[in-house]
């Protein structure tokens, strides 16, 4: 994953959601994202969740070896699964204990940037631990840039004048589901990367035409919950 420049993938996804949520006021968090039963204040929190976790987890270097990559570290995080449920529950609940919506923004403003210098400043060559398992330092930022960039998706369902995710954070997402598909599938030649990712996710329904040109690798399909 170093050809993508984990730190730098990084800081483009969490730059690219903060371009979605930096100028919008209450009424504008509280729409509706991909993530069902999620407003977009909800789902901000949940990624705010995930920079407070690499501030953590970048401080805290372990030994090698990794036992995943960034591609197999997914494989433990099946969709629909009750922990996500109760995750997702304890996600709204305290998204509504902020005086406002847009105190989930000031938090994220003021955490992704520090996740990010802690990126750029950690050691490429160093391992850390994260949810049970050790990974590479590149490879456990390519998660959160993965995480990121899906997320940024999900919170422009009824955004639609807000700016996509940028290239390279996008091409560290686009790998991952590479990697989760099936070595012998090849995705549709008429997806672009954003509808690769959105129906990779799921959130995005294949049609009948998707199934025909994918065929068996179809029901590998949503490679990520």
């Known amino acids: 994953m170093t050809a993508f420049r984990p730190a730098e993938a990084l800081a483009q996804a969490y730059d690219g959601i903060t371009a979605v949520v930096g100028d919008l006021d209450d009424a504008g968090l509280q729409r509706a994202t991909r993530c069902p039963g999620w407003l977009v204040a909800d789902?901000?929190?949940?990624?705010?969740?995930?920079?407070q976790r690499a501030l953590v987890t970048l401080a805290s270097p372990v030994d090698g070896p990794a036992d995943v990559d960034d591609v197999s570290y997914w494989r433990d995080f099946p969709a629909g699964d009750d922990e996500s449920a109760r995750h997702a529950w304890w996600v709204r609940r305290s998204a509504a204990a902020f005086d406002s919506p847009?105190?989930?923004?000031?938090?994220?403003?003021?955490?992704?940037?520090?996740?990010v210098r802690a990126a750029w400043s950690a050691n490429p060559e160093g391992y850390v631990t994260t949810q049970g398992h050790v990974l590479r330092v590149?490879?456990?930022?390519?998660?959160?840039?993965?995480?990121?960039?899906?997320?940024?998706?999900?919170?422009?369902?009824?955004?639609?004048?807000?700016?996509?995710?940028?290239?390279?954070?996008?091409?560290?997402?686009?790998a991952t589901m590479d990697g989760l598909l099936s070595d012998d599938a090849v995705r549709p030649a008429a997806w672009d990367d954003n509808e690769f990712l959105l129906k990779a996710t799921g959130r995005v329904p294949l049609t009948d035409r998707d199934r025909l040109e994918l065929g068996e690798s179809a029901g590998w399909f949503p490679l990520l919950g």
């Open 138 to 174: 590149p490879d456990f930022l390519a998660t959160l840039t993965t995480e990121a960039v899906v997320h940024h998706l999900d919170l422009t369902l009824e955004l639609p004048d807000a700016p996509p995710p940028g290239p390279l954070a996008v091409r560290v997402a686009v």
């Open 43 to 51: 789902l901000l929190l949940h990624v705010l969740g995930d920079a």
């Open 102 to 115: 847009t105190a989930i923004v000031t938090l994220w403003r003021d955490t992704a940037p520090a996740a």
